[in-house]
Each structure stands twice: as structure tokens, then as C-alpha cells.
């Protein structure tokens, strides 16, 4: 029986390491978008238009990302 429990804990620790990992690329991949905002100022309208609303889609996703110290799973639940 111990060594169900254990292989079941190696599997189930993947899983959430899994979750962990896609939730730091999918704030790479939010990262990576900012290097399409243009820091400087200038440019025609339309290129402030598109800068501030790619700015806002980036700034709104990485608030949607960013846990802080909150967990992505909670515990094992055994009912035995």
C-alpha cells in the first residue's frame, strides 16, 4: 500500500508542478508581448491608438496572472 500512495503522490506532485510551469509561461508569454509597446512618445495616432491598446491587454493579463501569495491548488483531500 505504500508504495500506491507514493507513486500516487509522485504523480499527483507532477501534475501540480505541471500547473505551476504553464502558469509561468503563460506570464512569459504576456512578458514577451510588452517588447511590441513602444516606449517612446511620437508617432502617428494610430500608433498610440495601437500601443496603448496593446499596453492595456498586456497590464490587464498579468493582473490576471499574478497570484501573489495565493496557491494554485489546495491539498490532497484522502477520504479513507
Known amino acids: 500500500m505504500?508504495?500506491?500512495?507514493?507513486?500516487?503522490?509522485e504523480a499527483e506532485q507532477a501534475y501540480v508542478d505541471k500547473a505551476y510551469g504553464c502558469l509561468e509561461a503563460a506570464k512569459e508569454r504576456v512578458f514577451d508581448l510588452t517588447s511590441m509597446v513602444e516606449v517612446g512618445e511620437g508617432g502617428t495616432n494610430q500608433a498610440r491608438v495601437e500601443r496603448d491598446a496593446i499596453w492595456g491587454s498586456v497590464s490587464t493579463r498579468l493582473g490576471q496572472l499574478n497570484m501573489g501569495?495565493?496557491?494554485?491548488?489546495?491539498?490532497?483531500?484522502d477520504q479513507n
Request: a negative charge.
Open 2 to 9: 505504500g508504495a500506491f500512495i507514493s507513486n500516487e503522490l
Open 69 to 77: 501569495d495565493a496557491a494554485l491548488v489546495f491539498g490532497r483531500i
